[in-house]
């Protein structure tokens, strides 16, 4: 009876380690087929990350609420008394980089199950023609400038906050380059993209991701129709570009060639007025009015 029973407990203990062994090579087999196309994460996950980035941008606006609280002394500021507010703005402007930081933070979560898997796998973080993004991003902001000087509207408040103070306009244009198109493309073109695209298909996934991308902004760029126009456009060309390509890393390369040449605008645009300005005894009426209706 004691043999029978040590029989038992050692074929029950190898069984054991053989379930366990199959469930470790099941998982490692699982992790090795999960691609952009194939993420780790669903629909569900990739919604919910992207509405938690939306909340989010609202992040800067409580970081002002104090210095609005003191300042104002219970009165009620208008919209056009806190645009015309420099240390306001500044505190929106630089209340962006948290907010960012925060998405990116819990984006690589979802995308890698804390640190499970290679966010360069899932997400795509791979293109061996980089110069073709570079390409076309260059052509998307010739083309950009032709929409907004052929249709563009009304100065945006985007417009007015960057045109504040050289404070403003300068983090304004590092934020545009330095973390904008990557929490942008890892939230739309990465997290939703891929969630979307394996549910419904490639078609649905650019029509939902496009439109998604370019009605956040719609309000951000109102009533600049060339912007609106320009913005709407860049988004169905990175999410096209996602879709052909199957990875991020091209979306990536175009949003930030694109806006990087808005930001070097922002940045030269004083050395410019003067320069325009010695050439001529009429105020130029600047760059920035120009390009930055559509600057993220």
């Given at each position: 009876?004691?043999?029978?029973?040590?029989?038992?407990?050692?074929?029950?203990?190898?069984?054991?380690?053989?379930?366990?062994?199959?469930?470790?090579?099941?998982?490692?087999?699982?992790?090795?087929?999960?691609?952009?196309?194939?993420?780790?994460?669903?629909?569900?996950?990739?919604?919910?990350?992207?509405?938690?980035?939306?909340?989010?941008?609202?992040?800067?606006?409580?970081?002002?609420?104090?210095?609005?609280?003191?300042?104002?002394?219970?009165?009620?500021?208008?919209?056009?008394?806190?645009?015309?507010?420099?240390?306001?703005?500044?505190?929106?402007?630089?209340?962006?980089?948290?907010?960012?930081?925060?998405?990116?933070?819990?984006?690589?979560?979802?995308?890698?199950?804390?640190?499970?898997?290679?966010?360069?796998?899932?997400?795509?973080?791979?293109?061996?023609?980089?110069?073709?993004?570079?390409?076309?991003?260059?052509?998307?902001?010739?083309?950009?400038?032709?929409?907004?000087?052929?249709?563009?509207?009304?100065?945006?408040?985007?417009?007015?906050?960057?045109?504040?103070?050289?404070?403003?306009?300068?983090?304004?244009?590092?934020?545009?380059?330095?973390?904008?198109?990557?929490?942008?493309?890892?939230?739309?073109?990465?997290?939703?993209?891929?969630?979307?695209?394996?549910?419904?298909?490639?078609?649905?996934?650019?029509?939902?991701?496009?439109?998604?991308?370019?009605?956040?902004?719609?309000?951000?760029?109102?009533?600049?129709?060339?912007?609106?126009?320009?913005?709407?456009?860049?988004?169905?060309?990175?999410?096209?570009?996602?879709?052909?390509?199957g990875r991020l890393l091209p979306a990536f390369v175009i949003h930030t060639t694109f806006n990087g040449i808005q930001s070097l605008i922002i940045v030269v645009d004083p050395y410019l007025r003067t320069i325009l300005d010695s050439w001529s005894h009429k105020s130029p009426t600047g760059l920035i009015e120009f390009f930055a209706g559509f600057l993220r």
């Open positions: 009876m004691t043999n029978d029973s040590d029989s038992q407990t050692s074929l029950s203990a190898n069984l054991s380690q053989i379930n366990v062994n199959e469930e470790s090579v099941i998982s490692s087999q699982a992790a090795g087929h999960f691609t952009p196309d194939n993420p780790p994460w669903g629909v569900l996950q990739a919604f919910l990350t992207w509405l938690l980035s939306v909340f989010l941008l609202f992040l800067p606006q409580l970081f002002a609420l104090p210095y609005v609280a003191v300042r104002y002394q219970g009165e009620r500021p208008t919209i056009e008394m806190l645009l015309a507010d420099k240390t306001f703005i500044l505190i929106i402007i630089t209340g962006i980089l948290p907010a960012h930081l925060l998405t990116l933070g819990v984006a690589w979560a979802v995308a890698t199950r804390l640190g499970r898997f290679s966010p360069a796998q899932v997400l795509g973080w791979s293109w061996p023609r980089s110069w073709h993004s570079v390409g076309l991003a260059i052509v998307m902001f010739m083309l950009a400038g032709v929409i907004i000087y052929k249709f563009g509207g009304q100065e945006t408040d985007l417009e007015r906050i960057i045109q504040s103070s050289r404070a403003a306009a300068l983090i304004t244009a590092f934020i545009a380059v330095a973390t904008a198109p990557l929490v942008e493309e890892v939230i739309y073109r990465g997290l939703l993209y891929s969630a979307v695209q394996r549910v419904f298909g490639q078609l649905a996934a650019v029509i939902i991701v496009a439109a998604a991308f370019a009605a956040l902004h719609v309000l951000q760029y109102w009533p600049n129709a060339g912007a609106i126009a320009s913005i709407a456009l860049l988004s169905v060309v990175l999410t096209v570009v996602r879709a052909r390509t």
